[in-house]
């Protein structure tokens, strides 16, 4: 009659694991177009200048930087700078 009743999971601990599932799975799907994107490097088979390549890593460092602030918001709250 009484069965085993499952341990309560914390709000905190649900959301840490569907962030690492979501996230588990998006990084490798960037870590694959990344690799396709190397694919075009294959001078054999394409023809491109060096303007196009600037423009292909200026946009992906771009989102880079912007992706990276959004993980690092908050961080820095309160640090001071020293040398």
């Not at 177009?33 to 294959?42: D, Q, V, Y």
């Amino acid at each position: 009659m009484f069965g085993k009743s499952k341990p309560k999971t914390d709000s905190k601990t649900i959301k840490e694991e569907r962030f690492k599932r979501i996230a588990s799975r998006r990084v490798q799907e960037i870590l694959n177009k990344l690799r396709l994107l190397g694919n075009c490097a294959n001078r054999g088979n394409y023809y491109y200048t060096d303007e196009q390549v600037r423009k292909i890593f200026s946009a992906v460092d771009d989102e880079w930087k912007k992706i990276k602030s959004e993980f690092n918001k908050g961080k820095n709250k309160g640090k001071e700078f020293n040398l």
